[in-house]
Every structure is written in structure tokens, then in C-alpha cells.
């Protein structure tokens, strides 16, 4: 629990005031986290990757209905 004197930083994800030690047991839990590739190769921080956009039918247009 967070003390009542304890520090607080910005959190940009939550757009909330979080209290340091918490952030700071977030981050250390964060290196826990296990994140893999398509081909289940292990990523670790500083890996490249290249992402990959699919590419629609060959100069076919689309058409989009909009939802009413």
C-alpha cells in the first residue's frame, strides 16, 4: 500500500497520479513477461523486428457500408 507521504508520478497510460513505489512494482513485474513472435522465436528489449501490413486484392476497389 502506498504511503501517505510517498511520491507521485504521472502514469500516461491510465492518464492518473500513481504513487512511485507502485510504478515501481509494476516495472519489476514487467520484466517477468515472456514476448514471442509469430515464429515463437524470444524478443528481448533492443530486438528488430519487421512488421509486415498484408496487402489488399490487386487494384480492386472497396467498398465500406457505414453502420447507421
Known amino acids: 500500500m502506498a504511503d501517505h507521504n510517498d511520491d507521485h508520478v504521472y502514469d500516461d497510460t491510465t492518464g492518473e497520479w500513481r504513487p512511485a513505489s507502485e510504478r515501481a512494482a509494476i516495472k519489476a513485474c514487467a520484466g517477468s513477461i515472456e514476448v514471442r513472435d509469430a515464429a ?3 524478443l528481448a528489449d ?3 523486428v519487421v512488421l ?4 489488399g ?3 480492386a476497389g472497396q467498398t465500406l ?3 447507421r
Open 40 to 42: 515463437g522465436t524470444m
Open 46 to 48: 533492443g530486438a528488430s
Open 52 to 55: 509486415v501490413k498484408p496487402r
Open 57 to 59: 486484392q490487386g487494384g
Open 65 to 67: 457500408k457505414r453502420a
